[in-house]
């Protein structure tokens, strides 16, 4: 995990965008097939202002959410804080955490992902050394999930929570119900490059059908697991770690359009990948 934080990549679907740490690109996604290259010059959006916690910076940032009105929520790992920039935005305001690493209900302690609850307007939050998934909410904190190797965090349209865990697995809860283990809904099987194993999972995406999309990191591929299933899909990667157009490495972010192309920020190679499922191999978008 920490090697992973140390070198942050991070993937949202907008035009322009090559990772950059400290600084927040973005890349446009369009509903069409009509546009199927990208400038490779990014526009920053959030910090570039070199390493630090002053508000106009970032110190190694994580997970990110962008809600409806184009504002970002950024995992500001190393300052322990949320952060969230405003569209076009000079610098960010606190909106969690920010009162130095600890494990008090004010505090974070190197957060990895941050989610909103768009019903609530709640901050959901992997808060992951200190093991727990918190929410603040009109600056009040409750604990929802305790004891958890927490690494990133989705929401589907149905309001489950889902987390993958260091644990080699993906868990979701009802929300509202968090006195309790949650069900695995992918992994769980120790471990391995088995279609029903994961080997340190990272990031997730879960669509409209509750499928969810899984960064296999060291397995150098996505995998996806329909609602119910056992065992998982290779959707992107899965030939061993590589830089051909059919190979991975180390994938993190990954986000699944309206069109079923799956984006895959494939962080040992430094760049962005595009998948179609069922196809052998992607196609590059932006960095290579």
Known sequence: MREELDNPSIISIQEDSQPFMYDMPIISLEKTLKFNTWKQNAITVAGGNGYGPKLNQLCLPAGIFVDESKNIFIADYSNHRIVEWKYNAKEGQIIAGGNGQGNRMDQLSYPTDVIIDQQTHSIIIADWQNRRVIRWLN????????????????????????????????????????????????????????????????????????????????????????????????????NGEGRNLNQLSHPLGVIVDDLDQIYVADFGNHRIVRWYEGKEEGEVVVGG
Do not use: T
Request: hydrophobic share 35%; with cysteine.
């Open 139 to 238: 600056q009040k904190q409750d604990i929802l999930i305790d004891n958890i190797d927490c690494g990133r965090l989705a929401m589907d349209k149905h309001g489950f929570l889902y987390v993958s865990d260091c644990r080699n697995e993906v868990r979701r809860w009802k929300m509202g119900e968090y006195n309790n283990e949650g069900i695995v809904v992918a992994g769980g099987n120790g471990y391995g490059y088995q279609l029903n194993q994961l080997c340190r999972p990272a990031y997730i995406f879960v669509d409209d059908n509750q499928s969810i999309y899984i960064s296999d990191q060291f397995n150098h591929r996505v995998m996806k697991w329909k609602k119910g299933a056992k065992e998982g899909i290779i959707v992107a990667g899965g």
